[in-house]
């Protein structure tokens, strides 16, 4: 599951593989993954763009490892 692996790789900070798996995924939780992938890079604005496409309010205050943990626990309510 392509989801679940770029989950352990942004857990680990390496960002660029993730990227690797979410690009592989349309769904709104690949979105947001690939949203909190560019923002991890530094790319704002594309990590916005993601973001409308998963139909998420960008955070007034960015908090990737906050996102990290909302993403994982809402893997799990819809696995």
Do not use: F
Not at 16 to 45: N, P, T, Y
Not at 50 to 67: Q, V
Request: net charge negative; aromatic share 8%.
């Amino acid at each position: 599951m392509p989801l679940a692996a770029a989950l352990r790789h942004l857990g680990n900070g390496d960002w660029q593989r993730a990227h690797a798996q979410v690009q592989q995924d349309e769904s709104a939780l690949g979105c947001w993954a690939h949203g909190i992938v560019h923002a991890m890079e530094g790319d704002v604005d594309n990590a916005r763009y993601w973001y409308r496409r998963a139909r998420r309010d960008w955070p007034e205050r960015y908090d990737a490892s906050a996102e990290l943990a909302a993403l994982a626990a809402e893997c799990k309510l819809t696995a």
